[in-house]
């Protein structure tokens, strides 16, 4: 296969009103096309509606960023850029375009790669049309296919393309797919700057938290979560913020000598917790929220099962990428499960009481064994399986299979 164009794009607008999301917080389209663009050298446009007005296109680096308004479609512009308009409006109106775009790719032996994120919105984008080229496809959170009538149409759209890869973010997505009849689904989450996030080793540490303040003679928990909302009556977080106050005063009765550092909680629930001994941050930026997991211990995430489709987390792979080790459900999504002893231990989700005792009776092992965990060897898993250069080999791999 000739060096193709990768399509890499995202269904929905973000926020542009203070400079367009690439340049401040870049969306997933725009990184995964990045990555492409840096380590396979090929050419990748990252594309994805704006509330803006005006069209923007830019280059960051090496990377063609176009941005569309919905209400934009007969306005002055090359064709390729044109007819990427339609590749995010409705079929009726915009069909001729979408042939551009492949005449245009094509005409000099070129193959467009379509990269879609968030595919069960494939009504925004009519590709079906273009049924001889390669689609890999991503969700990013939603669950997988339901058995009605708007999900059925969407499943025989894409069992009628011939090139098609689907990268499911948690081993339930996976299975889900299989059990559709499609063959080429791969555990593929989006990738993490690993070679930006330093290992932190024991003696560094300790130095950060002399310079946060932080003591240096206790075991400190960190957790990202979510401020929880009221669900039929009580507080509820997919993130399980709300099972902070059970976990506290778990520690209080188990493990006097630890600290849990809780992360993007704000208002009354965030002040009681203070009150139980956690030290709680509101919003902070990355490097501040860096600074503080440096310094801990271990890394923990009380998820809950609606969670379960989301894959590892983010923030779970930073951890590891540090060497921290990890307590959380989400690490049964490892691609690998042999290397998960190297990383921590995954508790089930939890749903019920009796989940919430495992999760407790876990926190306990992974304590009064922090010592065992070798934070070059969990910085090595991260890296194997989540760095971006690893994400672009895989996409290489899944369009020499596909293609």
């Known amino acids: 296969m000739n060096v193709p164009i990768v399509l890499s794009i995202l269904y929905h607008s973000l926020d542009d009103s203070r400079g367009i999301a690439e340049e401040r917080t870049p969306p997933w389209n725009y990184r995964a096309a990045w990555a492409i663009t840096k380590y396979l050298k090929i050419p990748t446009i990252a594309i994805r509606p704006t509330e803006l007005e005006q069209p923007v296109v830019k280059i960051l680096n090496n990377v063609v960023v176009v941005l569309l308004p919905y209400h934009h479609l007969n306005i002055p512009l090359p064709k390729m850029v044109k007819s990427t308009i339609a590749a995010l409006q409705p079929l009726e109106r915009n069909i001729k375009y979408i042939y551009d775009l492949v005449k245009n790719i094509k005409k000099d032996r070129q193959q467009v790669v379509y990269y879609i994120h968030e595919y069960k919105n494939i009504y925004n984008i009519p590709f079906y049309l273009d049924r001889d080229s390669p689609f890999i ?48 689904v791969y555990l593929r989450p989006m990738g993490v700057a ?4 330093p290992l932190v080793e024991k ?52 493990h006097k000598n630890t600290l849990l550092v809780v992360f993007n909680l704000r208002g009354d629930f965030a002040n009681y ?38 894959g590892i987390n983010i923030a779970v792979v930073e951890a590891m990428a540090m060497g921290k080790p990890v307590l959380s459900p989400t690490l049964i999504h490892l691609p690998d499960l042999r290397l998960l002893p190297t990383v921590g231990i995954a508790p089930p989700y939890i749903n019920n009481i009796n989940k919430l005792n495992i999760f407790l009776k876990k926190l306990t092992e992974i304590i009064e064994n922090i010592n065992k965990y070798k934070p070059a060897e969990i910085r090595e898993v991260a890296q194997k399986f989540y760095s971006w250069e690893t994400f672009a080999n895989d996409f290489k791999d899944t369009l020499h299979k596909i293609a």
Do not use: C, N, W
Not at 211 to 221: F, V
């Open 137 to 184: 496809l991503q969700q990013h959170s939603r669950k997988p296919f339901e058995p009605k009538v708007a999900d059925i149409i969407k499943i025989r759209l894409l069992r009628g393309l011939e090139k098609t890869a689907f990268y499911a973010l948690s081993i339930y997505e996976k299975e889900s797919l299989q059990s559709l009849g499609f063959q080429h």
């Open 273 to 310: 917790l203070r009150k139980m001994g956690a030290t709680v941050y509101p919003y902070v930026s990355q490097a501040e929220f860096f600074q503080h997991l440096a310094a801990s211990d271990l890394y923990i995430l009380p998820a809950t099962d609606l969670l379960k489709y989301s």
């Open 194 to 197: 690993v070679d930006q996030i």
């Open 203 to 254: 003696h560094r540490k300790y130095e950060i938290r002399e310079k946060l303040g932080l003591p240096t003679d206790r075991i400190i928990i960190t957790t990202y979560v979510s401020t929880p909302i009221y669900k039929h009556g009580e507080l509820f977080d997919v993130k399980g913020s709300h099972l902070l106050p059970h976990i506290l005063r778990y520690l209080s009765t188990t």
